[in-house]
């Protein structure tokens, strides 16, 4: 493995999650890119990273995780996954989440094309997502 291209905790280069639940997926994605840029393999060294790059918060949280998963890198992941409920990918938006965007939206004058263009893709964003898990039709 090549230890020299490990990124410093806080550098511009390291991997980094702010604690915020929608971005987990993207630091634990970040922690195997690196993992697999260095040459590193092994489910350990994944664990070691992903807590060297938390808060101390977090890593303490995590710690717990590390330690029952015995290793394994897929078991770490399910257990801290389960520390952040709001991440349930099939629940993330409801129809409630659009009827809410559309009266926000309808309160709020669109005075240029990238306040309307937040509106679209936000709109788009959620409604796109409902349809693909089948809780909107296409005629709605």
């Given at each position: ?71 394994d890198w897929e078991d770490f992941v399910l257990q801290i ?53 089948e809780r909107l039709s296409s005629i709605e």
């Amino acid at each position: 493995m090549n230890y020299s291209r490990i990124p410093c905790r806080g550098s511009p280069d390291a991997p980094k999650f702010s604690g915020q639940p929608e971005e987990l997926t993207d630091y634990l994605d970040d922690i195997t890119d690196l993992c697999e840029a260095t040459g590193s393999k092994e489910d350990a060294r994944k664990i070691k990273l992903a807590l060297k790059y938390v808060s101390p918060d977090v890593k303490e949280l995590w710690s717990h995780a590390a330690g029952a998963s015995n290793g394994d890198w897929e078991d770490f992941v399910l257990q801290i996954t389960r520390f952040y409920p709001e991440i349930d990918h099939d629940r993330k938006y409801s129809r409630a989440s659009l009827q809410d965007l559309v009266e926000k939206w309808s309160r709020t004058p669109m005075l240029s094309c990238a306040s309307l263009g937040k509106y679209l893709r936000d709109f788009e964003r959620i409604s796109l997502f409902l349809a693909h898990k089948e809780r909107l039709s296409s005629i709605e």
